[in-house]
């Protein structure tokens, strides 16, 4: 069964099919934008590209900041991309997100139990470093590609203090929404629903700075930026994981 969902006809239909699915979310959603002064703030500053950190269930809905909002800034300068696995998984999103104007960079970190096994992390890393330092936007998940699920790595915060960029936590939510019984609760988007798009606080990454600080940091505006968007959109409140509330 899995050969054939990754057989190159299959791949290609479930890309257009993914694709039209983004696109009709993106189009009928109806959208609160929160933080936008911010963002565009961050977009208008002379400095490298930015590093936009967003959790690995919303793939499906991450397009939408860029198609809904920040394609239209003025003050938008390079281009926006997103980091998919090299996975035969992640080719059909891949192919699908080239459809909505955003270019990809394939590759993730590896898996440290499968010796050998290419995850494209370095190529990657290389080739969203150059994008950046040219003033494109990287779109990452800290928790992808396999968790755990709402939990930071440090990738992010180190692709920007290698180039200089800054970080944005992202966070995107709607209701209602349906969820895989996937490491990540991975959501389905629904067209003509309730929906919220919330931009957090840039987080600086200079180089001389710890990177498990930036990780924490990271970690507390992504989680401070998911709880507005789902609250936005219309689900209950999470408190905040005690461990990082500030005494």
Not at 16 to 39: C, Y
Request: aromatic content about 6%; proline content about 8%.
């Amino acid at each position: 069964m899995k050969a054939f969902f990754r057989s190159a006809p299959v791949v290609t239909v479930l890309g257009f099919v993914i694709w039209a699915w983004m696109a009709l979310v993106g189009r009928t959603v109806r959208w609160t934008i929160e933080g936008e002064a911010k963002a565009r703030a961050a977009l208008a500053a002379d400095t490298p590209g930015l590093v936009v950190a967003c959790w690995h269930e919303t793939i499906l809905l991450m397009p939408a900041g860029w198609t809904r909002a920040v394609r239209h800034w003025p003050e938008k300068r390079g281009r926006g991309a997103m980091m998919i696995s090299l996975s035969a998984d992640g080719e059909p999103v891949a192919r699908a997100i080239k459809h909505l104007d955003l270019d990809v960079v394939r590759g993730s970190t590896g898996n440290k139990k499968k010796a050998g096994k290419d995850k494209g992390g370095m190529r990657a890393i290389a080739e969203a470093s150059t994008r950046l330092r040219k003033g494109d936007y990287i779109c990452m998940t800290p928790d992808g590609p396999r968790g755990p699920r709402r939990n930071a790595s440090q990738g992010a915060v180190t692709l920007a203090q290698r180039t200089g960029a800054k970080v944005l936590p992202y966070a995107i939510s709607t209701r209602p929404a349906p969820r895989l019984n996937s490491w990540d609760r991975f959501i389905i988007p629904l067209p003509f629903t309730r929906g919220a798009i919330v931009f957090g606080d840039l987080i600086d990454c200079p180089r001389e700075a710890a990177p498990e600080l930036l990780q924490d940091a990271l970690q507390r505006g992504m989680d401070e930026a998911t709880r507005r968007a789902e609250s936005l959109a219309g689900h209950p409140v999470q408190p905040a994981r005690p461990e990082l509330t500030p005494e």
